[in-house]
């Protein structure tokens, strides 16, 4: 079983909805987690992290952790054609702190 | 805001050459990584450098890589003889005492 995984999409959405990313992770021992954006042949961009369950907002974005299920996502209110890209979920292994990825779910917001 | 960057952005190379790539982490972060992303692929872990020495090597990064700090403020992939398959972005990471890792932009190294 993969440690992290997430649906590759792609998602296409348009102008103005509310997106719904997520991952699934399966080793309990993880505590942080982030999302980070990917823009085409570009390096991720972090941009939340959290710590422990429940949720984090900052802005347009929303982060959110279930522990309980292993589950965690990203929702990205009013989306913009700007918010096309990739986003990727990672976790740090306990440890060695090297981040574990997900596969990534390309987004795509038209106008 | 301060941020990590990679030299060169692009490098192409004939297989069996050495490359060099080069990082320049956020200046008073002490943990330093490299991962790659092969096309179409997961960005993947390849090693980790703490206090001057690796902490964590993938069973990607065999005796043909190694990673250096010559100075106070760069950090360095060596590829001793590339092959096909080593074609890839190859991201520089570095975080401090959180969590947290911040990437660079990336090189995209194309071997021949």
């Known amino acids: 079983q993969k440690e992290v995984e997430q649906d590759p999409g792609p998602l296409s959405v348009p102008e103005g909805a509310i997106v719904s990313l997520n991952c699934t992770y399966s080793?309990?021992?993880?505590?942080?987690f982030m999302w980070y954006r990917q823009y085409s042949r570009k390096g991720p961009e972090l941009l939340m992290y959290?710590?422990?369950?429940g949720n984090k907002e900052d802005g347009r974005f929303t982060a959110q952790v279930d522990k309980s299920s292993k589950y965690i996502s990203l929702f990205i209110r009013d989306s913009q054609p700007s918010d096309s890209a990739t986003y990727l979920c990672?976790?740090?292994?306990?440890?060695?702190?090297?981040?574990?990825f997900g596969a990534g779910t390309r987004l795509a917001v038209h106008p | 805001e301060p941020e990590v960057t990679q030299t060169p952005s692009h490098q192409v190379t004939q297989m069996g050459q050495e490359v060099i790539l080069r990082c320049v982490p956020i200046?008073?972060?002490?943990?330093f990584y490299w991962y790659r992303q092969i096309l179409g692929q997961k960005v993947e872990f390849l090693v980790s450098f703490y206090n001057n020495e690796i902490s964590e090597k993938s069973e990607i990064f065999d005796d043909q890589f190694s990673v250096e700090r010559p100075d106070g403020s760069n950090f360095t992939l060596k590829i001793r003889s590339t092959k096909l398959e080593d074609s890839a972005m190859y991201f520089c990471?570095?975080?401090?005492?959180?969590?947290?890792?911040?990437f660079g932009p990336g090189t995209r190294l194309l071997v021949l």
């Open positions: 990471a570095s975080r401090g005492a959180v969590e947290t890792q911040y």
């Open positions: 990672a976790s740090p292994r306990v440890g060695d702190n090297k981040l574990i």
């Open positions: 959290t710590y422990s369950s």
């Open positions: 080793n309990s021992a993880f505590q942080y």
């Open positions: 200046s008073n972060h002490l943990y």
